[in-house]
């Protein structure tokens, strides 16, 4: 290990000393010292010759800005409902509910001998059905009885079974919403029959015909709005009898 530190000592060994950095040399030869130190070197007094045409002459931008072409207008909410706000249709309309329609409607029910309109009645309207299924088990309600659920289902399948058999005679076809419509308008005289039963009871003679009656009454009606709709002249009688048998259905509710 001695070895080895004095080999260590005797590998670096210089003349050079850092007091050296304070003296002047002249690295230029020029005669004059140069007093500046290394780590004091001054760039900022470095010139170059730069020949003229290499330097620029700033001139003002004179070119435009890219603007893009506009390719899309935009629409207002005035452009685009009209000129004016007071050209757009009622809320009701939008929604799907006329109350004319629905008054044209119900007067066709209610007058059996009165002829169809096939335009207003081939429309989807659910709001006079829903009002009229809901007024109907409003009045077994007055009896006792709770009858809601069966009211609406049975008006389902009524309405999913002629809706198949309107599809296979007519050949024009017809949607199910038009058939709900239909039957469900055609079910105000029911509510008539209902309204009676909670007056006197309807298990007696007239009560009999009453009721049957009003199955005629309901069936007559409907089949008749639906050979003005799909143009099905000499079927009323055929679409006539289902019919019948879903209100005597709805009959047999309002009896029993």
Known sequence: MSGFDNFNTDFYQTSYSIDDQAHSYD??????PYNKQYSGYDYSQQSGFVPPEMIQQQQPYTGQIY????????????????????????LLEELGINFDHIWQKTLTVLHPLKVADGSIMNETDLA???V????FGATLLLVGKIQF?????????????MFCLLNLMSMTGVSFGCVASVLGYCLLPMILLSSFAVIFSLQGMMGIILTAG???????SASKIFISALAMEGQQLLVAYPCALLY????LISVF
Request: proline letters at 8%; a negative charge.
């Open 27 to 32: 690295y230029s030869g020029s005669g004059e």
């Open 214 to 220: 009003i199955i005629g009454w309901c069936s007559f």
């Open 128 to 130: 006079g059905p829903m």
């Open 248 to 251: 005597g259905v709805f009959a």
């Open 67 to 90: 603007q893009p072409t506009q390719t899309y207008t935009p629409t207002t909410a005035q452009s685009f409902y009209g000129s004016n706000f007071e050209d757009e249709p009622p």
């Open 149 to 161: 659920g069966y009211v609406y289902g049975i008006s389902a399948i009524g309405c999913l079974g």
């Open 132 to 135: 009229f299924c809901l007024a």
